[in-house]
């Protein structure tokens, strides 16, 4: 997680923000960060021209603080597609193991059957790995480019984490 403190106010960093983004259904937008905003969290991420699901995103919270605004910055994949990940291995994963077991447990079938039943999920979970190791590289500037992004457009220096606060105050 990254922190940082700007002095302007919430609604001046929201402003700001909102003012040097694009919305996420312009499709052919101008600005480089593409942004959607509820209350005082939004998420952003670099505009690219090509198709990447496992693309960096950044989870932005807005707190006020008495030096001006304290922002909050988690990164990663979008939450949908880690969830879309999870479930699809999951599912290759139970499919192969019950095709598998099944062809062990009939005793018609050779060991070809339980050998086809055993390297097609395996190939599909290395195919899935790979996919995401593939995008994720693809993505690999991306959260550097828009911690610096957010750092410019609110004037914001590093700021102390809540538990270097509390160690002061003790």
Do not use: H
Not at 73 to 102: D, H, K, Q, Y
Not at 150 to 155: A, E, F, I, P
Request: proline fraction near 4%; include cysteine.
């Amino acid at each position: 997680m990254d922190e940082f403190v700007s002095p302007l106010s919430i609604d001046q960093c929201i402003s700001r923000v909102q003012a040097a983004v694009d919305p996420p259904w312009m499709i052919f937008g101008s600005r480089m960060v593409v942004s959607w905003r509820i209350g005082r969290r939004f998420r952003i991420r670099q505009r690219i021209w090509y198709g990447n699901s496992f693309q960096t995103s950044v989870g932005v919270k807005l707190i006020q603080d008495l030096n001006g605004t304290r922002v909050e910055c988690r990164s990663g994949m979008e939450p949908t597609t880690t969830i879309f990940m999870a479930v699809w291995f999951g599912f290759v994963g139970l499919i192969g193991m019950s095709g598998f077991l099944a062809s062990l447990l009939d005793r018609r079938n050779s060991g070809t059957t339980a050998a086809v039943f055993a390297a097609f999920p395996i190939g599909m979970i290395a195919f899935g790995v790979v996919l995401v190791m593939f995008g994720r590289w693809l993505a690999r500037d991306e959260r550097d480019f828009l911690i610096r992004f957010l750092r410019g457009r609110l004037d914001a220096r590093p700021g102390q984490t809540m538990a270097s606060r509390l160690a002061g105050q003790g």
